[in-house]
């Protein structure tokens, strides 16, 4: 009878301890991630495969569904390779229905703006579940404010717009800054990168490159159905030289005074026009012998292992650098008005010595010589990125940290 007696309270015991485990974790929770917004720029592409690997890394536990405002272009093929567990919501009423019903927490990633306002009161109004804002710049609305008031936290991806917020006084229970989840996106070709960069004479470390951007995007030339608009074109024309000029001046600097080459290449798909205008073929013939003009659009994964090949980035784009920096490439940011303020989460990572301000000449005043440092002195300008990107890397976590304990709760 002990025996028996030894043997049941033995098989019990062994029993609820195998058990116990299961029952603590409970079902997966699901996250429903709001981002994709646009494929004619690398940038906006890389907002979602940033987030995912931010998620990938610091909530393996959880089951995420990607709603996206598009993913064509090859950009689809491109996520599922990188993420093969990922579930992206089809563009049915039914896959959303299912989408709403099936997730925990809906979570907006980074991006210009709340781009999907209308989607994350949606979500509210239909399920009564949370939400968060994930790495985002705002610009005041009396519906953005209550949107961020809804929201369980907001992170904003500059201290201007976290200061507007405030200003503006949002009573969202967290509000921190929270960099743009491109610093996380690690897309990478490598074979194929390798290989370009082979055929069209580049060297790994011995170049730099270089992104023109006009004060608007021209989208009209690369978009269909995307109206002309007169206004803004007339605005690019009176600015162009002006903004574009000071990173000529770096390119032949560059080529005059070190034994680097140069790479003008695109961050969205209006740029390749601009660079040979602009830049290529203003260059003194010497100069352009030593330059490389990217005639095709690139995606991210492509652009980002030539990236990580190059001594560093210059220009007056914001996504290209940000990949940069996230891989410990040095990249300096050029901005003005009409980008936002954006560009002001470089001061707020350690990096003010990288940014410039077209508005106030500061580009033509300062570039070439911060180019010139760059390719001069390599150990102390990758030690500068990689201290910018260790102040990314520990706000993006925090983020995390707070979807966590969010859901959680």
Not at 101 to 122: M, R, T, W, Y
Not at 278 to 287: F, G, N, Q, S, W
Request: glycine letters at 6%.
């Amino acid at each position: 009878m002990q025996r028996r007696h030894f043997l049941e309270t033995t098989l019990a015991a062994t029993t609820a301890a195998a058990l116990t485990p299961v029952r603590a974790a409970g079902p997966r929770k699901k996250i429903l991630l709001r981002s994709s917004w646009q494929t004619v720029n690398i940038g906006d592409i890389a907002h979602t495969p940033g987030m995912l690997t931010l998620l990938e890394r610091h909530l393996p536990e959880y089951d995420i569904t990607l709603w996206p405002s598009h993913v064509g272009n090859g950009v689809e093929d491109m996520l599922r390779k990188r993420f093969p567990k990922l579930t992206i919501m089809e563009r049915t009423g039914e896959a959303k229905k299912e989408a709403f019903e099936n997730c925990d927490f809906l979570l907006h990633g980074s991006g210009p703006g709340i781009v999907a306002q209308k989607s994350i009161i949606e979500w509210s109004e239909k399920t009564g579940k949370p939400y968060g804002i994930g790495g985002v710049t705002w610009s005041y609305s009396d519906e953005g404010l209550k949107v961020i008031n809804g929201a369980d936290f907001t992170f904003f991806r500059d201290s201007v717009s976290l200061q507007l917020a405030k200003d503006k006084g949002a009573t969202c229970p967290i509000m921190e800054f929270g960099p743009d989840a491109t610093f996380a996106c690690d897309l990478t070709a490598d074979a194929a990168a390798e290989a370009w960069l082979k055929e069209v004479g580049l060297e790994e470390g011995k170049f730099m490159c270089c992104i023109p951007k006009l004060r608007n995007t021209p989208y009209w030339e690369v978009k269909k159905g995307y109206k002309f608009d007169e206004k803004k074109h007339a605005r690019n024309e009176e600015m162009k030289e002006h903004d574009i000029s000071p990173l000529r001046d770096a390119v032949i600097a560059l080529v005059k005074e070190t034994d680097m080459k140069v790479l003008l290449c695109p961050e969205d798909a209006t740029q390749m026009k601009l660079n040979k205008e602009m830049i290529y073929d203003k260059l003194p013939a010497d100069v352009k012998e030593k330059v490389v003009w990217r005639e095709d659009y690139w995606l991210t994964d492509f652009a980002t292992s030539v990236y990580t090949r190059s001594a560093g980035l210059f220009g007056n784009e914001q996504h290209s650098p940000i990949l940069c920096i996230g891989h410990g490439i040095p990249a300096i940011v050029c901005r003005y008005k009409e980008q936002t303020s954006k560009g002001f989460m470089w001061k707020d990572i350690g990096l003010s010595e990288w940014l410039f301000n077209h508005d106030f000449d500061e580009a033509e005043k300062g570039l070439t010589p911060a180019v010139l440092a760059i390719a001069t002195d390599q150990k102390a300008a990758r030690a500068k990125a990689a201290a910018g990107k260790a102040v990314a890397d520990a706000r993006m976590k925090r983020m995390m940290d707070v979807l966590k304990e969010t859901v959680e709760a």
